[in-house]
């Protein structure tokens, strides 16, 4: 999966979970755009958001693949496989 910042949409934008501003960003393997912070684009990659954030981020985008039954409890949001990076 490739997520990258879009080009044709280099423009401020907020991010869907906390509200500051930042850019869009392609989610290749689905053609999704999701507007997120570095921190929250940072959790998503990681499969480790916040509840709070799955939650927001779900009701925005329904199930796409970072954030589908496999990797968060859809009742409670919690994270069940985050990826360690440092690896």
């Known amino acids: 999966m490739e997520i990258t910042k879009h080009p044709s949409r280099q423009r401020p934008n907020t991010c869907l979970v906390c509200h500051q501003k930042t850019l869009n960003w392609l989610i290749e393997d689905t053609d999704t755009s999701l507007s997120l912070c570095d ?37 409670t949001g919690v994270a069940l496989q985050p990826v360690d990076r440092r690896s």
């Open 39 to 75: 921190k929250h684009t940072n959790d998503f990659i990681k499969r480790q958001l916040d509840p709070q954030a799955y939650f927001t981020l779900r009701a925005e985008t329904g199930v796409i693949y970072l954030i589908h039954e496999d990797f968060y409890d859809p009742y």
